[in-house]
């Protein structure tokens, strides 16, 4: 007789290789992948967290996009920012260089849009916000040299800005992006103020992929929406 029960999806297993600080509270974790694990560019991943502190409730599972691109098959590279007194951040912080985690996935929808159709991708990210959004550029950019990709990253200071150096990397090596690093609260020679503040004048023929938490994509969205732009068009990731 054969058996109808659902397939149970087993949990997979991964190991921290690489632990650093980008920033002080922000940290690069680069894990093992599993094998046969396949994902798209801005999907992420659910991770079983144990409490820091051995209490109740003992573990959560938590959400991370994944900041690599498929295309890098050795490690699974995470950025996460540690909030004071958070459930995972109390955890994370106590992780190190050997420590292994199950995680479950690949996760989401939110992944490049590869039409013919729309050939200028504007991507708006705050703070780690910016994880999903390198994924795509890094996997999609070098595929499309036609197309022009965009990605303006915001953080309050100029101290709270990290993994610039992978992304200048890219815009060294693929002509087709340009990067717009912008601070709401500091003053510098760079760009300043809210992502939102960098749209394009001409809306029009684009498509726009946000992430970060909600205020940022429920103002962008509405502005995008109110200035003409179809939904189809706005696509977004919200981390709380
Ligand atoms: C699909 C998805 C993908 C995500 N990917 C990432 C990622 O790549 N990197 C990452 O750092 N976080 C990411 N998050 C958020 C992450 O899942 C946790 O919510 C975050 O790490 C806080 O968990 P915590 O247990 O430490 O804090 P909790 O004890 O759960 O406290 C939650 C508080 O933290 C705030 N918060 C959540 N995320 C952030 C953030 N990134 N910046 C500032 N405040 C925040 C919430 O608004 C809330 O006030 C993602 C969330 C989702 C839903």
Sequence with gaps: MISLAPAVKVPLQSKIVKYEFLTEDVI??????????????????????FNANGIEPLFRWKSYSICSPPSQQESLDLIIKLIPDGFA??????????????LRGPLGHFTFKDTEEIKDHWFLGAGTGVTPLYSMIAEHASHQPTHHFTLVFGVRHEHNLFYTKEIEHLTKTNKNITFIPTLSRDNWPGAKGRVQLHLPKDLSNKDFYMCGLNELIQETKDLLLTAGVEKEHIHFERYD
């Design 28 to 49: 690069f974790l680069s894990c093992t992948r599993p094998t046969n694990f396949n994902f798209k560019a801005g999907q992420f991943i659910s991770i079983k967290i």
């Design 89 to 102: 951040s109390d955890a994370f912080k106590k992780m190190k260089v050997g420590d292994t985690f199950e």
